[in-house]
């Protein structure tokens, strides 16, 4: 099967720093990925769909100045947590969607994000 | 709209006994259904999923889920529990253009030895 890797797994930065998270697509291509917050003992929150060569679609609620998205290449899309609060501190993880079928993403290991 | 509901947030079955993992979702087109399992600290791992066709869906690690369209349900069942098992579950519901997937609220399986 398709494989997303997520770089770091965890990562500890202090407030007020900015953080990069990288989700790689292994073995395909990904037109689109997608980046999900989730809180302890909760779901996942669609955060943002990163398409290849545009900008991000962000959902509602999501600052967009403080997560940067960057979708470069088929294979890489980098989510930038900008000036880190302790509030941040959540796991973020990325999916891909691969080209066909299209309804099939492939999810991320997740990266747990810890603001001190 | 979409929409995923996962009754029950934490379920615990003894060991060896049935896993019913309930997930009824709304859906204005037809649907495409996944269960996901997640251990602490790791991502997201596909169970199985419904796209077309048989409406009994088989999975990894004796997992099975039956769509019903009719009660608009996609449960999750395996017959008998083990203690790996123990986890987060989550159901999901996607369109055809796999643009967004909606996620339940997740069910936490205890499986008491």
């Known amino acids: 099967g398709a494989v997303v890797s997520q770089h770091p797994s965890r990562v500890i930065c202090k407030s007020g720093t900015s953080v990069k998270i990288e989700c790689r697509s292994l073995?395909?291509?990904?037109?689109?990925m997608f980046w999900y917050r989730q809180f302890p003992k909760q779901s996942l929150m669609l955060m943002a769909t990163s398409n290849e060569g545009s900008k991000a679609t962000y959902e509602q609620g999501v600052e967009k100045d403080k997560f940067l998205i960057n979708h470069a290449s088929l294979t890489l899309s980098t989510l930038t947590v900008t000036s880190a609060h302790p509030e941040d501190s959540s796991f973020y993880i990325c999916?891909?969607?691969?080209?066909?079928?299209?309804?099939?993403?492939?999810f991320g290991p997740g990266t747990r994000l810890t603001v001190t | 709209a979409q929409s995923v509901t996962q009754l029950g947030s934490h379920v615990s079955v003894s060991e060896g006994a049935l896993v019913l993992l309930r997930c009824n979702y709304s859906?204005?087109?037809?649907?495409?259904l996944f269960w996901y399992v997640q251990y602490p600290n790791q991502g997201l791992q596909l169970l199985l999923k419904?796209?077309?066709?048989?409406?009994l869906v088989k999975g990894i690690n004796g997992f099975e889920a039956e769509f019903k369209k009719s009660e608009t349900s996609f449960h999750l069942t395996k017959p008998s529990a083990h203690m790996s098992d123990a986890a987060e579950y989550f159901c999901?519901?996607?369109?055809?253009?796999?643009?967004?997937?909606?996620f339940g609220t997740g069910t936490s399986l205890t499986v008491i030895p």
């Open positions: 999901a519901v996607s369109g055809a253009t796999g643009n967004q997937f909606y």
């Open positions: 419904y796209t077309t066709g048989a409406t």
């Open positions: 999916s891909a969607r691969v080209p066909t079928p299209s309804y099939e993403q492939y």
């Open positions: 073995d395909f291509q990904a037109t689109t």
């Open positions: 859906s204005s087109v037809p649907p495409y």
